[in-house]
């Protein structure tokens, strides 16, 4: 089902980077959450998705 949508999400957004990650236990709220999932999303590199 979500392989589904993450192909909707390339088609719509063609041209701009669609990053993924891991499913987490909790939302990411807050800084200090962001700041732990940050290097999920921005430290691998335009070749993730």
Known sequence: ???T???R???S???I???TMELLD???KGVEMFR???PMLF???ASNG
């Open 43 to 45: 430290q691998r590199g």
């Open 36 to 38: 732990k999932v940050a």
């Open 5 to 7: 949508y993450l192909e």
């Open 9 to 11: 999400a390339k088609q």
């Open 13 to 15: 957004y063609a041209g």
């Open 26 to 28: 909790s939302e990411i």
């Open 17 to 19: 980077p669609v990053q």
């Open 1 to 3: 089902m979500q392989l």
